[in-house]
């Protein structure tokens, strides 16, 4: 079974501050890890994934994120957050070799104060 | 190019109607998929569709869902009786042909809000 946790419903940040939205998963065999944007009355955007290879992943709009296999996590990250970021991201697991139905976390809600 | 479509953007019907929520996805993706969500919540997978084939309706909540993709492109996913529980926003993705050796990304329509009344 694969299943995916965002713990936080809310996460506030200063426009120009660093800003993570974290993830944890959990699988039985290696992952594939995917971040997604949804900004209000529209729907999901792909911002990034990990496959396999380096541990971190660059995406759209400035924002990356770290595998870190040993904590099953995949936290999204932006050196400098813009009020433009504010929306609701997903992170969302899937194990390679089997299923092949991605499962979406809950979704964090980021808002950025300017 | 042209990204994922769904029509309508918004649906409301009175309980015990039947609505039929259209889909076009990108061409040339085989994948394609069918989600709700609600309010606060995370998308729900419904069905999946490789080609014409439904290759996984165990999302599906009940026999009032049902969903059909004749040509491997445009799919209609359609609700018989509706209740007022059904009220949600339905999602459909597209992706490059999934296998479980496969990591492409699925690229979401803007979603049909249809609220039951």
């Known amino acids: 079974a694969q299943s995916v946790a965002q713990p936080e419903d809310q996460v506030n940040v200063a426009e120009g501050n660093p800003l993570t939205v974290k993830c944890t998963y959990s699988?039985?065999?290696?992952?594939?890890l995917f971040w997604y944007v949804q900004y209000p009355n529209r729907g999901l955007q792909f911002l990034l994934k990990?496959?396999?290879?380096?541990?971190l992943v660059k995406g759209s709009y400035g924002f990356e994120a770290e595998f870190n296999k040993s904590q099953t996590s995949f936290h999204l990250k932006k050196p400098s957050a813009l009020v433009s970021d504010s929306a609701l991201y997903f992170c969302?697991?899937?194990?390679?070799?089997?299923?092949?139905?991605?499962?979406f976390g809950r979704g964090t809600s980021l808002i950025v104060h300017p | 190019g042209a990204g994922v479509s769904q029509t309508p953007s918004n649906k409301v019907t009175e309980k015990g109607k039947y609505v039929e929520l259209r889909c076009d996805p990108i061409?040339?993706?085989?994948?394609l998929y069918w989600y709700r969500q609600s309010l606060g919540q995370g998308p729900e997978f419904l069905i999946y569709f490789q080609g014409t084939g439904a290759a996984d309706d165990s999302g599906l909540p009940n026999d009032r869902f049902f969903a059909v993709r004749p040509e491997g492109s445009v799919s209609t996913l359609k609700i018989q009786r509706t209740e007022r529980g059904d009220s949600a926003v339905y999602l459909c993705a597209s992706s490059l042909t999934t296998g479980t050796g496969a990591g492409y990304e699925q690229y979401f329509g803007p979603g049909t809000r249809l609220t039951v009344t």
């Open positions: 990990y496959i396999t290879g380096d541990n």
């Open positions: 969302a697991v899937r194990e390679t070799g089997g299923s092949y139905i991605p499962t």
């Open positions: 699988v039985s065999g290696n992952p594939y």
């Open positions: 061409s040339g993706h085989t994948a």
